[in-house]
């Protein structure tokens, strides 16, 4: 009924014509071509991408199912032993019950179970944060878009001075400000990362703005708040989701970062940067497994995040559809 | 004008955050101290006054040049980091040179062979430099370089020289060796940028008509890169590595703390953690002047470096 309603379906529909050659051959016959599949289709041309996308589902089903994947409740002092600290990864635990695959810490926790859990922190934060900042990003970007003017240069105006300044230092400004914890470490990040969603989600709006949809929404004297939501917010998500997927893992690096600081998380919940940073002190005596591991997961969570988001900005860019 | 606004509510935001954090009474004076020494304690720092009064008194006094006394030091803040500050400058000037003198080869190396293994190589490293948390990249160094292999010291400044009054460490082979690891870690991210930054500026140029007719003309290709394409490329690359030195004076927070190299950066987390005001404010109120600076700089070295720029502002 409403014309954007199936604008972003049109949106991918106007490949190239060598593509749709392309595309009819590499569907199976009988089955319909919606935009989902032909995103898929897309998104599975790069081999490094499909890795980055497995490796990553694997790491959230770590840290969805951390609790029972963990040989060990690492927070559960009972199961702690300190006669079992800083053993070597593959010793045994002094009871003989269970083999340390990446060794232990100085509390005598099992590396291997530290890390689930640890992801499943750093994860979690970083998505949230995410989601959060795009929600605050988005509609900022849009209204500023929208009603132009005065709205417009102040918001705009802000996020330009915010993102003059290097994304660490005002995180950290933040937090010396607020101290520490999990809700405050999500809003120091949210501050840090709305900015990029404004900008981007305005550039988009500002081109939608102007096209028919708009204008015809505008006739029908719609309320401002739904043209924007329901009209406006839908055509400019592309974008966006390619942002969102790099940020999150921006946003699980400086999170580590400042945990690492010893600014982030409290000790309590301890994320992969809490483990490092925990780990640094041993790794100048040659102890490299406290610190070493953690970093490793740090790593391939970023490195994936990263790798499916640059296969998705490929796929969901219409001036690089080949 | 506008930079001047943003000094101001940096201050005030900073100035009113940091109040609300906590009572730093409570972690400088030693809890033995009697009820009459504590108030004594609280009327030397100034802390009895309210909040308004005691900003009123910061601005009054900062625009002396005075930024308060760091409650732990007990010495003038603004003091406090000028000292640390050559050694941030130093180590950050260090990270930039690596970033410039490896990036623009390798990123000429990616962008005149584009398809070459080696080309490959250098982007996928380039890739890596991006999304390496800076922390980690340090500790893998130091694990490696220093613990393994032993080859380089892992913490602190070493010996330093004295040039024109300023301390250094550069000159000497001792504070040459401490310099390295942390002056590597922070030019990893730089020197991807200038990688990617180069090889893009170098395969539009290559494909620009000036090109095809310097070849034309019988230059040399070492004459055809080092002088047409290297100059056309290098307006970006000043422009965007320029606006990333304050980034580097940034993030040298992250590398001071794991190298323990004594600059600004590190200065800002010990004060965190100790709640020394007066030193987190001075801190911040440093390095906004000094991205303000350094913006002005870039903006300058443009317009000596871009004729277009330098004409347009000439007539206009």
Redesign the interface.
């Known amino acids: 009924m409403t014309p954007p309603a199936d604008t972003p379906a049109a949106s991918t529909e106007h490949p190239a014509p060598a593509a749709a050659v392309d595309l009819a051959a590499s569907v199976p016959a009988g089955t319909e071509e919606t935009p989902f599949r032909r995103l898929a289709v897309d998104f599975a041309a790069s081999r490094l991408a499909v890795l980055g996308l497995v490796l990553f589902a694997a790491i959230l089903f770590v840290a969805i199912f951390a609790p029972l994947l963990s040989p060990q409740n690492p927070y559960d002092l009972a199961q702690l032993d300190v006669l079992d600290s800083r053993l070597e990864p593959g010793a045994r635990s002094g009871d003989g019950k269970h083999v340390f695959w990446l060794g232990t810490d100085d509390q005598g926790r099992d590396m291997l179970s530290a890390i689930f859990y640890g992801i499943r922190i750093s994860l979690g934060v970083g998505v949230i944060a995410t989601l959060g900042a795009l929600a605050l990003g988005m509609t900022l970007g849009l209204a500023a878009a929208y009603f132009g003017g005065r709205t417009d240069s102040i918001i705009m105006r802000i996020a330009d001075i915010q993102l003059s300044f290097p994304a660490i230092l005002i995180a950290l400004v933040l937090l010396a400000v607020l101290g520490q914890g999990i809700d405050k470490i999500i809003i120091a990040l949210l501050a840090v990362q709305w900015a990029y969603y404004a900008r981007t989600v305005r550039s988009a709006a500002l081109v939608e703005r102007s096209k028919e949809y708009i204008e015809a929404a505008t006739c029908l004297a719609l309320p401002a708040r739904r043209i924007l939501f329901r009209h406006l917010m839908p055509n400019c998500l592309p974008p966006l989701i390619v942002v969102a997927t790099v940020q999150v893992a921006h946003a699980i690096a400086l999170e580590a970062t400042l945990s690492f600081l010893g600014l982030g998380l409290p000790i309590t919940e301890p994320s992969l940067g809490l483990l490092i940073a925990n780990g640094f002190t041993y790794l100048l005596s040659g102890k490299y497994w406290i610190s070493f591991f953690p970093g490793v997961a740090l790593l391939l969570t970023i490195v994936s995040i990263n790798l499916v988001g640059d296969q998705l900005r490929d796929v969901l860019n219409p001036r690089l559809q080949r | 004008m506008q930079s001047i606004v943003?000094l101001f509510v940096m201050s005030a935001l900073?100035f009113v955050?940091?109040y609300?954090?906590?009572n730093p009474v409570d972690i400088l004076i030693n809890p033995q101290a009697d009820q009459e020494d504590i108030e004594r304690a609280i009327k030397g720092l100034g802390l009895d006054k309210p909040l308004w009064e005691q900003y009123l008194v910061f601005l009054q006094r900062a625009a002396a040049g005075d930024l308060g006394k760091s409650f732990a030091f007990n010495v003038p803040a603004i003091q406090l980091i000028l000292e640390r500050m050559p050694a941030t400058l130093e180590l950050a000037t260090a990270a930039m040179v690596i970033a410039i003198v490896l990036g623009i080869p390798l990123g000429l190396l990616a962008g005149l062979k584009p398809e070459s293994l080696g080309a490959r190589t250098i982007m996928a490293g380039s890739?890596?430099g991006?999304?390496?948390?800076?922390?980690?990249v340090g500790?893998?160094l130091?694990?490696v370089f220093?613990?393994?292999l032993g080859w380089l010291p892992?913490n602190g400044r070493g010996p330093t020289t004295d040039l024109l009054g300023i301390p250094v460490s550069f000159l000497s082979w001792a504070g040459l060796r401490h310099l390295v690891l942390p002056a590597t870690n922070l030019a990893l991210f730089n020197l991807a940028l200038v990688i990617r930054l180069t090889r893009s500026g170098t395969r539009e140029a290559m494909l620009q008509d000036y090109v095809k007719y310097a070849r034309a003309k019988g230059l040399s290709d070492a004459r055809v890169i080092g002088v047409h394409v290297l100059k056309n490329i290098s307006i970006p690359i000043v422009t965007v590595t320029g606006l990333q030195f304050?980034?580097l004076i940034?993030?040298a927070?992250?590398t001071e703390?794991?190298f323990a190299w004594p600059g600004m950066g590190k200065l800002?987390?010990d004060s965190?953690?100790v709640l020394d005001r007066p030193v987190?404010v001075a801190y911040?109120l440093i390095?906004?002047t000094l991205?303000i600076a350094i913006?002005l700089a870039v903006d300058l070295l443009y317009s000596v470096l871009d004729p277009r720029v330098r004409l347009a502002d000439a007539k206009g």
Request: aromatic content about 12%; proline content about 2%.
């Open positions: 943003v900073v955050g940091v609300a954090i906590g890739i890596l991006f999304s390496l948390p800076t922390f980690w500790l893998m130091i694990m220093s613990v393994h892992s304050g980034a940034a993030f927070i992250v703390s794991i800002l987390i965190i953690n987190i911040l390095i906004v991205f913006n």
